[in-house]
C-alpha cells in the first residue's frame, strides 16, 4: 500500500483528498505547514509521494520541495492556487513532477497519483542506449558519455519516451497523453518547458531532440 503525504493548510482540503485517496486503497499522512512536512519526509522513509501545496505558513511549498530534492527525488504534486506560468516554470525548475492548479477533480487528481505511481514503480529491468544516452530504467538512472544526469522524475520518463520511439515526429498531444498517462487538457508549455529543460542538461545531445514546427518534437540521432 502506497503512503502519500497531503501537505496543505487547510483541513478542509486535506480531508477531500484523503477520502479519496483512502478509497483508491493509498495510506495517507498528513502535514498542515512546511515544516512538519519536512519532519514528516525525513522520518518516514516510507513515502511514496507528495501532495504538496504553494502557500503554508512557516515554511511555503517551494521551500520544502528544494530541502526535500536535496536528498530525495520522491515524486512531488504540486498544488497550487495560482497559474502564472512563471509559478508552473518556477515548479518544474524545482523539480515537481506534476503541477495541479486550485480547484480540481479529486479523481482526476488520484488518477495522476495513480500514473505517476505506476511509473515511478513499474519499470522492468531495460536498458535503452542510443547515441552515447543511456537509460537503466530499473535504477532510473541516464547517462551521457558516461557522465550520469540529474533529471526530475518527469525529465526522465520524457526521455525514455524519446528513446523508444526515436526517429518518429511525436505531436504534443502525443507526448501528454503517453507520458503523463492522462487525457491532459493543458497547452504545450508543459512540454516545451521540459524539453528546454532537457536540452539544457544534456548539453549537445540536447540537439538530438528537434523541433518539428507546428506540431511536437522528434528524437532522432544527427
Do not use: C
Request: charged content about 30%; cysteine-free.
Amino acid at each position: 500500500m502506497a503512503k502519500i503525504l497531503i501537505a496543505d493548510d487547510e483541513a478542509r482540503m486535506r480531508k477531500l483528498v484523503r477520502d479519496f485517496l483512502v478509497k483508491a486503497g493509498y495510506q495517507v499522512v498528513e502535514a498542515a505547514d512546511g515544516e512538519e512536512a519536512v519532519e514528516t519526509v525525513f522520518n518516514d522513509s516510507r513515502i511514496d509521494l507528495i501532495l504538496l501545496d504553494v502557500m503554508m505558513p512557516k515554511m511555503d511549498g517551494w521551500e520544502v520541495l528544494k530541502t526535500v530534492r536535496k536528498y530525495s527525488k520522491v515524486p512531488v504534486i504540486m498544488l497550487t492556487a495560482k497559474s502564472d506560468e512563471r509559478d508552473e516554470l518556477r515548479g518544474f525548475e524545482l523539480g515537481v513532477d506534476e503541477y495541479v492548479t486550485k480547484p480540481f477533480s479529486p479523481k482526476v487528481l488520484v488518477a495522476r497519483v495513480d500514473a505517476l505511481l505506476r511509473r515511478t514503480n513499474g519499470e522492468p529491468q531495460e536498458v535503452l542506449s542510443v547515441g552515447g544516452i543511456e537509460i537503466n530504467k530499473a535504477a532510473h538512472i541516464v547517462t551521457v558519455d558516461g557522465k550520469e544526469l540529474e533529471l526530475s522524475f518527469k525529465e526522465f520518463e520524457l526521455l525514455q519516451y524519446f528513446l523508444e520511439n526515436q526517429g518518429i515526429a511525436l505531436s504534443r498531444e502525443v507526448i501528454l497523453n503517453n507520458v503523463w498517462n492522462y487525457n491532459y487538457y493543458g497547452d504545450a508549455r508543459t512540454i516545451d518547458t521540459h524539453v528546454k529543460k532537457l536540452r539544457s542538461k544534456m548539453g549537445e545531445k540536447g540537439n538530438y531532440i528537434k523541433t518539428v514546427w507546428g506540431m511536437g518534437y522528434k528524437f532522432e540521432v544527427d
